[in-house]
């Protein structure tokens, strides 16, 4: 059963009555990813929002504007010409996910020739896959390829017409840390199912979506979230869109495109 359309309140959470209680590992998400998958690039969220719930997640910008980043408190928008910018507070965002990053396990990783190995091998290390799980790894990566997306201006495509323009950029022996979520496939329509991750550089200089990499052995920081928070935009532009359709399609072109 899809969840969209019980989606008829400003926020939805996802907890047991504990976990509301201590606010305690407690993910934050504007928007929902089918939305931005229709073109709803612009909302009210903003970074400074986004510090009041957590200091690591994902998202964009408005207008599509590129990949945002947030890692260790800052947060950080690669643009599509590859450039890396700390984002003030007053920018806004139409979609993101954060969470206050407190790894709860740290296992160890065998190599991985490609994002699906990886995927693959992760899964088989994790303590549950009926939760949302924040994955931070740091360390050296022998190849990443990774993307960023141009400015958007009205009226808006949807982001699987976007991404045929996308930038795409590959790193060999890179530094850096992937940041991102683990969202199961109960909560498709939400998020992105599976592994959604980006990457910064250690130099601050280097970034973007990742679409497919290579391995190394490594440690995985881990952060399973006990409750989800929700917060839909109130805006034409999403209560008008057509959150009723069947987007798995457009969301593999988007997430998956050029592994």
Do not use: C
Not at 160 to 185: C, H, I, K, W
Request: hydrophobic share 40%.
């Amino acid at each position: 059963m899809r969840l969209l359309p019980r989606l008829l309140v400003a926020t939805l959470l996802f907890a047991a009555p504990s976990a509301l209680a201590d606010d305690a590992h407690t993910l934050y998400q504007t928007s929902i990813i089918d939305a931005l998958l229709q073109g709803v690039y612009e909302g009210s969220t903003t970074i400074g929002d986004l510090h009041q719930h957590g200091n690591f997640g994902i998202g964009t910008i408005n207008g599509l504007d590129g990949e945002l980043i947030g890692l260790e408190g800052h947060f950080y928008q690669v643009r599509s010409d590859g450039s890396v910018h700390t984002l003030d507070d007053d920018v806004a965002v139409p979609f993101a996910t954060v969470i206050e990053f407190e790894p709860q396990e740290h296992v160890d990783l065998p190599g991985a020739k490609d994002f699906v190995a990886f995927s693959r091998a992760l899964d088989g290390k994790l303590s549950s896959l009926n939760t949302v799980v924040a994955v931070r790894i740091h360390g050296q990566f022998p190849w990443l390829k990774v993307r960023s997306v141009p400015r958007q201006t009205p009226p808006y495509r949807p982001l699987a017409q976007v991404v045929e323009g996308q930038s795409v950029f590959e790193f060999v022996n890179m530094p850096g840390t992937l940041v991102g979520f683990r969202t199961p496939d109960f909560m498709r329509g939400l998020n992105v199912p599976g592994y959604h991750l980006h990457f910064l550089s250690d130099d601050g200089e280097h970034g973007g979506h990742v679409l497919d990499m290579r391995l190394e052995p490594v440690i995985v920081d881990l952060d399973y979230a006990e409750s989800v928070e929700v917060d839909l935009p109130k805006d034409r532009a999403f209560r008008g869109a057509g959150l009723n359709r069947d987007m798995k399609d457009d969301l593999r072109k988007v997430e998956q495109g050029g592994r």
